[in-house]
């Protein structure tokens, strides 16, 4: 195996009762939510951030895999985090927050109630777009790779651990996958946290609304985030991600999981320049 580029290591630390697993986004690895981790680690939360298969090493390993593998990893951690925890959160950013969508999509309530208590999405991913969606099937036989998108971070001095290749073969899985996704959305039905950029040159605005127009939830609450590219976990607002998930996470955990729906929240931005 490839030895991991240093920063791109997974992330674990336990803590209290209360789980919360984080998801990285496709070409990404745990760099980019590490803060984010740390900090509701640092609430004294138990929490995992796993490095998510063919990533943060080289490009050429992510060819090898495939969504399936994306999902289990992360459904693995849910699982080993529900044997430690009384209840788990699944929080992500981009693609990420689409394995957050399907894992709250597959695990509803059993015995011990909901396998996970509530999501939080920051810039979530479900669409691949559509001119290259049409080219991908095929191109993908043709080239290996084409141009990564990483750094899309309006903070200065900020780096994001990421691929600058993307080989085309996971592009097809990706693809793949945000179709699985989106036909599942109507079975989420956990409170849902969506923070999304107003600015965002990877992730259309659009993807936010189909998530939000979708999910079956009735306690819903989007943020919009002023000053913040794609990667809001690395940028000027990723204090904002950070309390609004503790106090997220905070507010559900007061209330028992059979209370009722609470009434949705829309629109709530963040506002000012620094």
């Not at 895999?65 to 459904?75: P, Q």
């Given at each position: ?42 609430a004294g939360l138990t929490v995992s951030l ?64 909901a396998p996970v208590r509530g999501v939080v ?154």
């Amino acid at each position: 195996m490839p030895p991991i580029l240093p920063g791109a290591e997974p992330f674990r630390r336990d803590g209290s009762a209360t789980g919360v697993l984080l998801c990285h986004g496709f070409t990404g690895s745990p760099q980019s939510l590490r803060p984010w981790a740390e900090d509701l680690a640092d609430a004294g939360l138990t929490v995992s951030l796993p490095l998510l298969p063919g990533h943060g090493t080289r490009w050429e390993d992510l060819a090898m895999t495939g969504w399936e593998d994306w999902y289990a990893t992360v459904d693995r951690e849910l699982r080993l985090l529900r044997e430690r925890c009384e209840q788990v959160f699944v929080c992500g950013l981009s693609m990420g927050g689409a394995l957050a969508l399907r894992l709250a999509a597959l695990h509803g309530a059993d015995g011990r109630g909901a396998p996970v208590r509530g999501v939080v999405v920051v810039n979530p991913a479900v669409s691949f777009p559509r001119v290259q969606g049409y080219a991908v099937p095929l191109g993908r036989f043709l080239v290996r790779s084409v141009r990564g998108i990483t750094d899309d971070i309006a903070k200065e001095g900020r780096h994001e651990l990421g691929y600058d290749r993307v080989p085309t073969r996971a592009a097809y899985a990706l693809r793949s996958f945000f179709r699985v996704v989106r036909h599942d959305l109507p079975k989420v039905t956990q409170p849902l946290l969506l923070l999304r950029s107003r600015t965002d040159h990877v992730v259309p605005s659009s993807d936010a609304e189909l998530v939000l127009g979708r999910v079956s939830s009735t306690d819903v609450t989007e943020t919009v985030l002023e000053r913040s590219f794609h990667v809001a976990t690395l940028d000027h607002d990723a204090e904002r991600v950070f309390a609004d998930t503790r106090g997220f996470i905070e507010r559900l955990g007061r209330r028992p999981s059979a209370a009722g729906p609470v009434p949705v929240t829309r629109g709530a931005q963040l506002r000012g320049r620094a």
